[in-house]
């Protein structure tokens, strides 16, 4: 007889190549977090088995679905020429890989009932401590997006957040996602901070954006952060343009998906110091 299914579990959503080296150092990164609850990986059909394999070698559960299937005027709305154009990126870079429609898909995890609570964590992040308490918080729970200044306190990030699968709550929000009209700028972002408005907040050390290391680094503080989050340029992605100034964080990214050996996080040196 099988032993039964944790009652929690880490998610995180794979829609191509380039996400799936992303997802292969976070489930590296949980495993080594100590943690007992499911990673569980979602998987649309834009990615191969190939890509696949290393994340179930990880242990990782592969659980394929499907892009939400909106309507061809929303899909026009948030298809990435049209969206970027509408509402351009000015802070940062998003990769050629980025296809914001997919990022809808997060939306899947409500439909994971059979676990009682679960957190979400984008492919581009690592977790360098465990963070199993986040299962004790709030359905919906999510960090601020503070990565420049503290004006942003107020908006949250959906790289890392806490839901309570229901489908209940699914098919409320995707009656409320495709709605006439509907524009979300930031994509599921936008979406979950409208649908959830009293959202609880985690510590943004729970989700330490990138940019703070060279725009707040008074905010950064290795033995605190719990999720390391690389938002807009990739730490794969050959010789992007701010690498340099990244260079700490993605060797610390390629430990991780490569298998080496993890240098001691809260001895590592911080922004003011690292060369």
Do not use: C
């Amino acid at each position: 007889m099988n032993p039964p299914r944790p009652r929690y579990a880490y998610v995180t959503l794979v829609t191509n190549a380039d996400f799936a080296k992303g997802a292969k150092a976070l489930v590296r990164s949980l495993r080594l977090s100590g943690t007992a609850a499911d990673i569980v990986v979602m998987h649309t059909g834009g990615v191969g088995e190939a890509d696949l394999a290393p994340l179930a070698e990880l242990g990782a559960r592969l659980h394929p679905v499907a892009l939400l299937a909106t309507s061809k005027a929303f899909d026009a709305r948030h298809a990435r020429g049209r969206l970027h154009a509408d509402k351009p990126f000015t802070k940062g870079r998003k990769p050629d890989f980025h296809t914001p429609l997919d990022n809808f898909a997060k939306l899947r995890l409500w439909e994971l009932t059979e676990y009682e609570r679960v957190v979400f964590l984008d492919a581009d992040t690592l977790v360098l401590k465990t963070i199993d308490k986040l299962f004790a918080y709030p359905e919906f729970s999510a960090a601020p997006n503070v990565y420049e200044s503290l004006v942003d306190f107020h908006r949250l990030n959906s790289g890392v957040f806490v839901a309570r699968p229901s489908n209940a709550t699914y098919a409320a929000m995707l009656e409320a996602l495709d709605a006439p009209d509907a524009f979300w700028p930031r994509t599921d972002q936008t979406f979950l901070q409208t649908y959830f408005p009293d959202w609880h907040g985690l510590p943004v050390t729970m989700n330490m954006l990138q940019y703070v290391w060279f725009n707040l680094p008074e905010l950064w503080h290795w033995p605190s952060i719990g999720v390391l989050h690389y938002q807009y340029e990739k730490p794969w992605e050959i010789g992007h343009g701010r690498a340099d100034r990244l260079r700490p964080l993605i060797d610390l990214w390629h430990a991780f998906h490569d298998g080496a050996p993890i240098p001691d996080i809260a001895g590592l040196p911080g922004p003011g110091t690292a060369q």
